[in-house]
C-alpha cells in the first residue's frame, strides 16, 4: 500500500481545497481525501510559511503551518526527516508536494519535499490553477460574479464585513466561480479576512 501512494498524482491544489475536501475512511485507517470526484492521496502546494514549530526531546518532531491565502494547512514531520527541514523558516515561500493525511480530526500534509521558491511562485501557480477552469464557464460570468461580490462586502462594512456562505447561498453562480473570485480578490489585496469565513473590502 505505502509504494501505491508513492506513486499517486501529486494534484496542485490550493490549501483551500483541500480543507473542503471530504475526509474518506476504511474504519479508523485514512485512505483519501474526496474533492470534486477526485481522490486526492498527495498534493502539490506553493504557500507561505507562517509559522515552524519544532518539538523537543527523544522523539524529534517539526510542524510549519503554510498559509496560501485561500487557508491554512500544517505539515508534520517526523524522526530523521526533521534534519531535512532545518533550513527552512517563517516567512519562506515553499514548494511542498507530500501526502494528504487525516489524524484526529485535522488534515493535514506529510511531505516528501519542501523547497524554498521565490515569492513570485505564488503567482505563476496561481495562473497554472486558472487554466483548470472548466471550459464551459465563460470569461463574462467571472467577470459579473466578481462585481457582485465586489458590491456585497462594500455594502457589509457597517456590520464589519461578511460571510463568505452568504455570498455562495445568495448569489446565483456556482460556488467554484465565487470562491475562485473570492481567492483573487483576496491575492490582488482588494479584500482580506478577518477571521475564516468573513471577508471585508479593502479597495
Known amino acids: 500500500m505505502p509504494e501505491i ?5 501529486a494534484y496542485k491544489l490550493r490549501i483551500g481545497d483541500i ?13 483519501y481525501l474526496e474533492l470534486d470526484n477526485r481522490q486526492i492521496v498527495r498534493a502539490s502546494i506553493v504557500a507561505n ?12 518532531y517539526l510542524s510549519f503551518t503554510i498559509d496560501d491565502a485561500s487557508g491554512q494547512i500544517r505539515l508534520k514531520i517526523f524522526g530523521e526527516d526533521v534534519e531535512k527541514y532545518k533550513e527552512i523558516a517563517q516567512g519562506n515561500t515553499v ?20 523547497r524554498i521558491q521565490d515569492p513570485r511562485y505564488l503567482l505563476v501557480r ?27 462586502i462594500k455594502k457589509a462594512e457597517d456590520m464589519g464585513g461578511l460571510e463568505t ?3 455562495v447561498m445568495e448569489l446565483k453562480f456556482s460556488p467554484e466561480i465565487i470562491n475562485k473570485e473570492i ?21
Do not use: H, S, W
Open 165 to 167: 456562505d452568504k455570498l
Open 95 to 114: 514548494v511542498v508536494v507530500g501526502l494528504v493525511r487525516f489524524y484526529n480530526n485535522e488534515v493535514y500534509i506529510a511531505p516528501d519535499l519542501i
Open 19 to 31: 480543507t473542503r475536501g471530504k475526509p474518506i475512511l476504511d474504519g479508523e485507517k485514512f485512505k
Open 183 to 203: 481567492q483573487k480578490l483576496l491575492e490582488e489585496g482588494l479584500a482580506y479576512e478577518p477571521r475564516p469565513g468573513k471577508i471585508r473590502y479593502l479597495g
Open 49 to 60: 510559511i507562517i509559522e515552524r514549530y519544532e518539538g523537543q526531546g527523544e522523539k524529534k
Open 126 to 152: 496561481k495562473l497554472e490553477l486558472e487554466k483548470d477552469i472548466p471550459k464551459e464557464v465563460k470569461k463574462e460570468e467571472f467577470i459579473e460574479a466578481r462585481d457582485k461580490i465586489i458590491e456585497m
Open 5 to 9: 501512494m508513492q506513486r499517486a498524482t
